[in-house]
Structures are given as C-alpha cells and as structure tokens.
C-alpha cells in the first residue's frame, strides 16, 4: 500500500471557524510534511514530521497548528485563518530523510471566506 | 541566499526529446529531485540524484553535476499524457532535513 490518504478533500470555512485536515499512512514512513501550495506555484514547505517529533517549522503563523498522535497520522489544526490562507494543502511521507522519494496525499482544497 | 532556476514553460511534439534545465544556489544541499505534477492533481516522485551522473527510469532520465550546481530531467518519446507541471527540488539538511521546490516548468505536449 503506497497511498497517502487526506480528508477532508475540500473545506470551506469562515474566519471564525475551527477545523482539522487529517493524513494517513500505513507504510511505515517516518517522515512526514505539511505543505502549501497556491494555484500555479510550487509546494511550500510548512512542517515536518520525523519520528512523530516536530523536526521543522518554517515559520507558520500559529493559527496552524500540527500533531502527530503517532506514526501513521498527521493532523493539521486551523483556526481563525485568514482569505490568503486559501490553498491546496498537502501531506507528504517518506520512508528516511537523505533520500528524496515523498509520497504525496490527494491534497485537501481549503477555501476561507 | 538560495534559488532554484527552471524554465517556466516548454512545448514539444509528441514522440520528441524534452531536456527540462535546473540550476540551483543553496547551502546544506543533499540532493536533486524531480516531481511531475498534473493539474488538479498531487506532485509524484520521479527522481532523485545525490550523485553525479545520469539516472535512468523508463522514458525519464535525470542528470545531476554539484561542481556545477546544475541538472535536468529528458524526457523521451513524449507523450501527450506528459503535458503537466515539472519540478525541480533540492533536498537540503539545515537545521533538519527539507525539500525546497522551484517554480515549476509547464510542459505542452503537442500532437
């Protein structure tokens, strides 16, 4: 099983809102990211995961906040976000950390009104 | 500082080469990757060079040279199902293990 799960797939929430994206894995990775992605850009960086243990964090506004409840599950907690915040959000995993080959899940399309 | 160059677009015909270019300046570096991306649709590892040379998969082939800060990914016998989003990506360790992704090169594949 190489799949990299994400729900929800879309979410619309107000600025007021509190909500969670959730991703999953089942094979056995250690690794795992948060990333952002804005309609033709690339991928950008928000946490990484290694070991269940917050290894990066690149400078995200707090009204993100991730969890890693254990080694299979990723979570990431949103509150008061902004319009800008809009995006697709993407979780990654991947089995060490010198190699490059990060699964990505289907992405969840955040839309804040 | 550290940047990544890629070209934004490229357009081939269908059964032709594609040399997609990278050139990258950044510190702590480990490694070049390269994800295709379709629209709507998630990135996918295509390759990873932490050495020196060429890597062969398939229609893909991914170069690197880190004397010259500088790779590139061929594509072969294009297909129009190859027309999605390129990136290149640099796998850096500073202060923990991360990639940094460039801009993206859209490729058109042309019948």
């Known amino acids: 099983d190489t799949e990299v799960t994400q729900t929800p797939k879309h979410l619309v929430m107000g600025m007021t809102n509190k909500k969670s994206l959730k991703c999953e894995q089942h094979?056995?990775?250690?690794?795992m990211y948060w990333y952002k992605q804005k309609a033709k850009k690339p991928p950008e960086l928000m946490f990484v995961y290694s070991y269940e243990k917050l290894s990066i964090n690149e400078s995200v506004p707090s009204r993100f906040s991730p969890e890693c409840p254990n080694s299979s599950l990723l979570n990431l907690h949103l509150h008061a976000l902004q319009p800008e915040d809009s995006a697709l959000y993407l979780c990654?995993?991947?089995?060490?950390?010198?190699?490059?080959?990060?699964?990505f899940g289907p992405g969840t399309r955040l839309t804040v009104l | 500082g550290q940047s990544l160059e890629q070209p934004s677009e490229v357009t081939a015909v269908e059964g032709a080469i594609v040399q997609i270019n990278c050139t990258y300046q950044t510190s702590g570096f480990y490694g070049l990757s390269w994800y295709q991306q379709h629209d709507g649709g998630a990135p996918t590892f295509l390759s990873y060079?932490?050495?020196?040379g060429l890597e062969e998969t398939g229609r893909f082939s991914s170069f690197l040279s880190r004397s010259d800060s500088y790779g590139y990914l061929l594509l072969q016998e294009l297909q129009m199902k190859d027309s999605a989003s390129y990136f290149c990506a640099v796998r850096v360790n500073r202060g923990g293990f991360k990639t940094i992704f460039g801009a993206g090169t859209r490729l058109f594949v042309k019948a």
């Open positions: 094979m056995g990775h250690r690794a």
């Open positions: 060079n932490a050495l020196d």
């Open positions: 990654a995993s991947m089995a060490g950390q010198t190699t490059d080959t990060q699964y």
